[in-house]
């Protein structure tokens, strides 16, 4: 962040410089998104964008681990954007 600083976008929205912090949620909770979220508002700036991303797909052995087997939910993604 302080290498390239807040995401600067030019007229067409298009990212021209800046940090951008993708988060992907997973189920359960288990990615920690309220404490990463937490933690990159106070420690890198409660200006930082981040791109939370629901995409993810229990694959391979994943379905096998009870806790990650899950898909992530809509309601998920609202509650952390919430946050």
Do not use: C, F
């Amino acid at each position: 962040y302080r290498q390239v600083g807040e995401l600067v976008v030019d007229e067409s929205g298009l990212a021209q410089r800046g940090l951008i912090v993708r988060h992907l949620i997973l189920p359960n909770g288990l990615a920690g998104s309220e404490d990463s979220l937490a933690w990159l508002a106070g420690e890198i700036s409660p200006t930082v964008t981040v791109s939370i991303m629901s995409q993810y797909l229990p694959l391979h052995r994943a379905p096998r681990i009870p806790r990650l087997g899950d898909k992530v939910r809509g309601g998920n993604k609202v509650d952390i954007v919430a946050t």
